[in-house]
């Protein structure tokens, strides 16, 4: 069988002009390839004399102005802060237990429920309390008669002083009988003694109560305590700092003022930290204790102070410096540093409002070198950007 050409065999064979060219391919490629070396070659060549006419242009011995970015100095607050940790805790919180003896025979709250000063909480069955009331009523009433016969008797000198001193101590005795008695009875009907929010019940109806067995807890949250560890070397700048920002993340970073309300005065653990208490009122109850904060505590203040960042700092000779660009020059200035806030730090001497400082490229400038300025920016946070 004869085998049959394939396509391209076909069309190269009815296509003479095809032949042709398919056989040229090569050459035409290499023809494309030496174009772009040439082109390529030229640009190259330009780009030299380009080069070329910049040195000739550029002064012997001077050097080229170096790129920079300058801050121009602008007065503003500067602080130093720490961040600490802490925890919400109740402004009160009070467990309220039973004073007598008895099955409860009401149950008048839930958890989570607010009360007042005053709301009942729970019921002691008082039947066993109130007979004991009345029998003690019933003694002082006999004991008061009893008081007023001798007593007569002894003004008509039919009775003696021993009969009415006798008279007189069971009348009293009787007395202290009936007001216990009526403490008791009063103590069957459990109340709150402050205002705030039931936190817990730990009593059902019909359950018996002892002596001092808890009824329920009380929390008084309409203001909280923040407390917070102070480390022992921020001790003396903390208790003169009177107003707190608290950040709770656990309320999606919302910020709280808070003030000092009390400060330790022993420390609590080896690490000699002390306990600082940090008041926030909670009108709407939205802080619950437990909550972990971040207190940021402003030790120091500068109202109007001049900040560079950190690394725009050079040592020179062991003293700290910073270049100045003036007029198309870097001028290295010697400064004195204050407190730090960041990645900032005050300029305490050397420095004056309206010059700029280099704090891109310093690294690549001399004391006397050229500069040119790119960008200039007028807060420090802009170069986060």
């Given amino acids: 069988m004869q085998k049959q050409p394939s396509p391209p065999e076909t069309t190269l064979r009815n296509r003479p ?16 390839l ?3 070396i040439f082109i390529m070659n030229s640009w190259i060549n330009s780009q030299g004399e380009i080069i070329k006419a910049q040195k000739r242009d550029t002064p012997v011995g001077v050097k080229a102005p170096t790129n920079v970015v300058a801050l121009e100095l602008v007065p503003g607050p500067i602080r130093q802060q720490i961040s600490l940790p802490g925890v919400v805790r109740p402004w009160v919180e009070l467990t309220v237990v039973a004073e007598v003896r008895g099955k409860i025979v009401a149950k008048k709250v839930t958890e989570g429920q607010k ?7 729970a019921l002691i069955d008082p039947r066993d309390y109130q007979n004991a ?5 019933a003694a002082w009433r006999a004991a008061s008669s009893t008081h007023e016969r001798i007593a007569a008797l002894f003004q008509d000198q039919l009775a003696t002083r021993s009969q009415l001193d006798d008279a007189l101590a069971g009348l009293e005795t009787t007395r202290a009988n009936m007001d216990t008695a009526a403490l008791n009875l009063a ?4 109340k709150s003694p402050m205002d705030g929010l039931v936190d817990r019940v730990h009593i059902e109806n019909g359950q018996f109560m002892n002596d001092a067995d808890p009824v329920a ?4 949250i309409d203001r909280v305590k923040v407390e917070v560890s102070i480390p022992e070397s921020d001790v003396d700048a903390v208790r003169r700092v009177d107003r707190f920002t608290v950040r709770i993340e656990a309320l999606g970073g919302s910020l709280f003022e808070g003030r000092q309300h009390y400060l330790a005065k022993s420390s609590q653990t080896l690490a000699r930290s002390y306990r600082l208490e940090v008041a926030v009122d909670n009108p709407a109850g939205e802080i619950l204790p437990g909550m972990f904060t971040r207190v940021e505590i402003v030790k120091y203040q500068v109202d109007n102070g001049l900040a560079v960042p950190l690394f725009s700092l050079v040592n020179t000779k062991g003293a700290q410096a910073v270049y100045l660009a003036d007029n198309g020059v870097a001028r290295l200035t010697p400064v004195k540093t204050g407190i730090q806030e960041g990645w900032q730090v005050q300029v305490t001497h050397g420095l004056h409002p309206g010059e700029k400082v280099i704090v891109v490229g310093q690294k690549d400038v001399k004391d006397g070198g050229p500069v040119q300025i790119l960008r200039t920016v007028h807060d420090p946070k802009e170069l986060e950007r």
Avoid: F, H, K
């Fill in 187 to 190: 103590r069957c009907t459990i």
């Fill in 17 to 32: 002009w095809l032949r042709r060219l398919w056989a040229m391919l090569p050459l035409l490629s290499l023809i494309v």
């Fill in 34 to 36: 030496v174009g772009i």
């Fill in 115 to 121: 009360v007042r000063s005053g709301d009942v909480l």
């Fill in 217 to 220: 807890d009380i929390l008084q």
């Fill in 133 to 137: 009331y009345n029998s003690a009523r």
